[in-house]
């Protein structure tokens, strides 16, 4: 059972930062695909960015030059740097894992084994 646990939420002005970041509790977490989803409210939950064990990328095309996900394996972490914030970035935002070391950047909700509790982003116009 992998447990994941998202923190750097909050409330920010539109055109500021945030950074999201994922703690995974398995030592595993190297051999995972990890992704960024987020859901607003009355919206379905879409994938925001996600990123393979082996170092694929993606981005939705709404993110793209404004978010940029990273991983540090060592510290079982996977991260979200947001710039460039707009309200319509509002939403909840949750991290997955890929347990089955898929090649390339797991995109589809089905794909991820494991999500996190989530946490509020709140951009403010």
């Known amino acids: 059972q992998v447990q994941l646990v998202e923190s750097g939420g909050g409330l920010v002005q539109a055109g500021g930062s945030l950074r999201l970041s994922c703690l995974a509790s398995?030592?595993?977490?190297?051999?995972?695909?990890m992704g960024w989803f987020r859901q607003a409210p009355g919206k379905e939950r879409e994938i925001v960015a996600a990123?393979?064990?082996?170092?694929?990328?993606y981005y939705a095309d709404f993110v793209k030059g404004r978010f940029t996900i990273s991983r540090d394996n060592a510290k079982n972490t996977v991260s979200l740097q947001m710039n460039s914030l707009k309200p319509e970035d509002t939403a909840v935002y949750y991290c997955?894992?890929?347990?089955?070391?898929?090649?390339?950047?797991?995109?589809?909700?089905?794909?991820?084994?494991?999500w996190g509790q989530g946490t509020q982003v709140t951009v403010s116009s």
């Open positions: 398995e030592p595993t977490f190297s051999y995972y695909g």
């Open positions: 990123m393979g064990w082996s170092g694929n990328t």
């Open positions: 997955a894992a890929d347990t089955q070391r898929r090649w390339g950047a797991p995109r589809r909700d089905y794909e991820y084994d494991y």
